[in-house]
């Protein structure tokens, strides 16, 4: 056995335990109601880090939730990583779905269920632990910092503005993140593109109060009636989103690009079964991959109008609003898409209406250097650990902040994720294998030795 | 002054006092939480009725809620009305629009605010002091019978089999009902037709859980974006309904009768600056008063799915939910288009969605008879308390029950309503005019001398 792997098998119940102190704050990012929890959590990332051996770690207040920041200097002439992290999570709703409570972490069959577990305290900690392994064993082979953020699933609004203040803190030459999935345990890989994001926030209204159903129906436009109309005619009958100019800066893979990204292993009856549906959907001439992978989509993520109570009631409602969000593929400005957007879906409107659209967050997609010292240096290492080469993929999600970092640094991300689709993120619970989080640490490990070689 | 405007003028503080009583039970007959508040409020109308003159009032149980029923027979040789009204009301969201609690009735610029202040309970009120006045002046010329229910708000699912049962009890030659609105105060209406219902609720189902929307989106069909496009299917661009069959059992009226119906005065300006819309919508070639007369109609009563709390959440969405009803009228049966709309909608949907739909409640339209000496009477009667001849008018809500009723008991009946738009019933602030509760018990005493004479 390995001595990494000895570290982590003498170790695991002090780092799960050490993880299950984060996994118990609830720092929805979202909610107000969890504001100080977002300061709580902070502090114990903190704590983690001036434990595993940062020289210093401190809490950053920003414009919204403070940042947390820890670094090790081992030598100015070395080459600097950064690790990016979120210690914020989502929301729990439905929470009436979740088996076992949400800020309760709790280990079944193999795996951490909890809010976060994944996303991103669980990813993020790997890296805690690593750093730790690294420095107990004087065997840091480079400069480490981390950058653990407090708004990742809000849209990072005020990191940008506070890595600019702090870009000479931050100086690096490679942006580390763990917060992404790879294909399959048998399959791992490494993102090399991540989707952007428009996120907006819709309402039309009718009448300036609710109605009575049976009064007026027939006479007025009813606007929850309305909103589906406009909605339903955000994406044509070929899958594509028809919202003016959307597909303008677009960028179409080559012929050899797709064949290379095709050969990801996917079976599609395995995924159909593992979230419950009988058939796909998307946009014509492209694969389940591609269309997660390197073209843009249109969800409706909420709706919400009239009643929504027990039995009936017959109102004809005052409004009706919807979230509506784009995941964009690099080149798209999700500024520009946002515009665009909301110029569109206003223009859909019928008379007697009214339309608001709010902008909620938005990010721009990026593609990571495969050829790259730092990607081959992950490849290595993952490669190693899971005892057969990675594949590159692209990730449907999106980390909006990421690309606008890599523009005030002046450093490439790499995307070393460790999620698997299984776990869940985002929806009732959420869980990751104990198996990815020490194969996880050992993994990166391995990537300080082999990058810094 | 009339004696009836004396009587009303000297007890008004009293009759306040006891409406109030009623008003503040929360008599919510579609949410469980309620159910000890229908007992309650039957109680509270049976004491009502008993200090008002009736001979006997008691509670009857059914299936659901109970039925107060009252009697004075003076003589059996003598015409027999039935005062038809109900006790429950509808749910009170959204209750942050309330000005005062809706259980906590006031008197603001002349008018009773609370839930349930026009209907039916300040409507249903005005015919127990109506009685209290005869029976105190020994001038009741008739027999008098109450049915007070407590399910039409729900579509009065067990009154039918509960009054065939009693059949014998309830026989009448007229059901008086004051569950409905008339013009203005101005230009007071008597209504001789309502249109009939069928509500149902649908859930449309993708993944079997949540899922990042990220990772998910443009790959599988999502269900928020499905029941939109299935709704916005239903009404085609001229606002016909597409459910296939829909329109088989509608009668069109003559130009005679359209004609007719066209004399009842209604300013377009008027009524859009009444709700707050800048346009009015519909079915092509009808007008306003006919779209919600003698026409059908489809509307979202209410949608929900997805996260629809504050800020954002990438969810790709398990499910969605509306709640669907159509107003109908006579001639369409309301189960045969609750089957024919199943079946419709469930056509509409792409594969990878599972379609369930729930049959909530319905109700027949039905018409009433104009040229009867009912009517007659009670056009006498409101003509002359307002000092104008009413105009007939056709409601665009539903008393499902009526259409049964008539036909168990084979009795017409008669839409006496005091309400008006400014009410509105089933939102908040729902409120009900002092001069229109007075108006409405003097119109009621008229009737009944018109009626015998």
């Known amino acids: ?64 939730h403070p940042v947390v ?22 929301p729990v709703d439905p929470i009436e779905l979740w088996k076992s409570p949400p800020f309760e972490p709790e280990i079944r069959d193999g795996a951490i269920y909890g809010r976060g577990a994944d996303d991103d305290k669980g990813q993020s900690f790997m890296h805690v ?33 506070w890595a600019r203040e702090n870009k000479d803190m931050l100086a690096c030459d490679v942006m ?46 009813n606007p929850i009636n ?10 044509d009958e070929k899958g594509r989103i028809t919202v003016k100019g959307f597909y303008d800066d677009v960028v179409e893979l080559s012929a050899e690009d797709r064949a290379l990204l095709g050969r990801a292993p996917f079976d599609p009856e395995h995924f159909k079964k593992s979230i ?28 919400w109008g009239g009643y929504t109570g027990e039995g009936a009631k017959t109102v004809l409602p005052s409004y009706a609003k919807a979230k509506i969000s784009m995941r964009l593929v690099p080149n798209q400005d999700h500024k520009k898409i946002s515009r665009l957007f909301a110029s569109h879906f206003t223009s859909l409107a019928p008379s007697g209406v009214k339309v608001e659209v709010q902008e909620h967050h ?52 790499l995307l070393m994720g460790f999620g698997l689709e299984r776990d869940t993120i985002h929806s009732p619970n959420e869980s990751y294998l104990l198996s990815q989080f020490y194969r996880g640490i050992e993994s990166i490990v391995l990537f300080y030795k082999y990058y810094t070689k």
């Open 69 to 90: 920041y820890a670094e090790k200097i081992i030598d100015p002439g070395k080459p600097t990583v950064l690790v990016y992290g979120h210690y914020d999570v989502q």
């Open 276 to 303: 419950g549906v009988s058939d796909l959907a998307g946009e014509e001439g492209y694969s389940t991959l591609e269309r997660t992978g390197i073209r843009p989509c249109l969800d409706v993520n909420g709706i």
């Open 129 to 161: 632990k690593a750093f730790e392994y690294l420095v107990s064993r004087n065997e840091l082979p480079c400069n480490v910092k981390f950058l653990i953020e407090g708004e990742e699933e809000i849209g990072s609004p005020s990191l940008g503005a």
């Open 362 to 413: 938005g990010g721009q997609g990026f593609l990571a250097p495969i050829s790259s010292p730092v990607y081959q240096a992950a490849a290595k290492a993952v490669g190693q650990v899971y005892g057969v080469d990675p594949v590159p993929s692209r990730g449907g999600g999106s980390i909006p902040i990421l690309a606008e970092l890599e523009g005030i640094l002046n450093a490439p991300p």
């Open 1 to 64: 056995m390995s001595e990494i792997k000895d570290f982590i098998d003498k170790n695991s119940p002090r780092f799960l335990d050490e993880l299950f102190t984060l996994l118990r704050i609830p720092s929805v990012s979202s909610q107000q109601e969890h504001r100080e929890d977002m300061y709580t959590c902070a502090r114990q990332y903190v704590v983690s880090l001036m434990e595993a051996g940062a020289d210093k770690a401190q809490i950053y207040p920003t414009t919204g």
């Open 176 to 221: 580390l993140v763990s917060d992404t999935t790879m294909i399959s345990e048998d399959v791992p890989s490494i993102n090399t593109g991540m989707r952007g994001l428009a996120y907006l926030e819709v309402k039309v209204t009718g009448p300036d109060k609710d109605l009575h159903s049976g009064h007026y129906g027939g006479a007025i436009a």
């Open 226 to 235: 309305v909103l589906c109309s406009m909605i339903a005619r955000l994406i």
